[in-house]
């Protein structure tokens, strides 16, 4: 087994991608490992097969990583989540995916009607509360959404969906009825009743997940 007993040097490589070290098995034709020259580490199985998968500086405090990555516990995250082992679970542990809220917004003075844009989720997620805002919020009647899943409300209990009260800006707190989100699903926003006298106008629907 080989032995390094001083620190290893080398110099005057032509190119950041020459190898600098390599290991390999008495079978191999190409390495199992490489160092390149510019620090970066190239993995391979060995054999006749070429170094494959590889990780290196790309900017300022960042890493690369040419392929995939397979959890084998879950991943810590030092700004925060509780780490995971599988895709959603590491996205959201990331601060991705399911971790920021989906967002329709509707300018100019609401009307009654039902949405036509869609918005669709990206990943499976859980949600945990649907918000209203208006810029200029609505006088003479509140101001009620609806938010639909595939089609069909999420409000199976009509009195919960997103209402901003006369002479309110928001409602800060409206929970669904149905909250398993698949990806793939899209959402649709309605706009069921509005002010009397002052409609509303330059509205946010906020969906976010639990």
């Known amino acids: 087994m080989p032995s390094f007993l001083n620190l290893l040097k080398g110099r005057k490589f032509t190119a950041v991608s020459d190898a600098a070290i390599q290991t390999s098995i008495s079978i191999d034709t190409q390495p199992r490992l490489q160092v ?13 097969t070429a170094v494959d998968t590889n990780i290196s500086r790309s900017g300022v405090n960042t890493l690369a990583v040419s392929g995939g990555i397979t959890l084998g516990a879950a991943l810590p995250v030092s700004s925060g989540g509780t780490g995971g082992t599988t895709a959603p679970a590491a996205r ?26 869609r918005i669709y989720a990206l990943v499976a997620f859980t949600i945990g509360n649907v918000r209203a805002y208006a810029t ?25 969906r997103p209402t901003i009260a006369d002479g309110a800006n928001y409602d800060a707190t409206s929970v669904p009825d149905v909250t398993a989100v698949n990806a793939g ?9 509005v002010g009397s006298t002052i409609a509303g106008s330059n509205i946010t629907i906020q969906i976010e997940p639990a």
């Open 36 to 48: 390149d020259a510019g620090g970066t580490l190239r993995w391979g199985p060995g054999g006749s």
């Open 92 to 117: 959201s542990a990331l601060g991705a995916g399911p971790a920021m809220p989906l967002c329709f917004v509707i300018p100019g003075i609401v009307a009654v009607g039902t949405g036509k844009i």
């Open 136 to 160: 200029t919020g609505p006088t003479g009647a509140a101001l009620i959404f609806d938010t639909n899943l595939n089609g069909t409300t999420i409000f199976t209990t009509q009195a919960n």
């Open 185 to 193: 699903d899209y959402f649709t926003v309605d706009c069921d009743q």
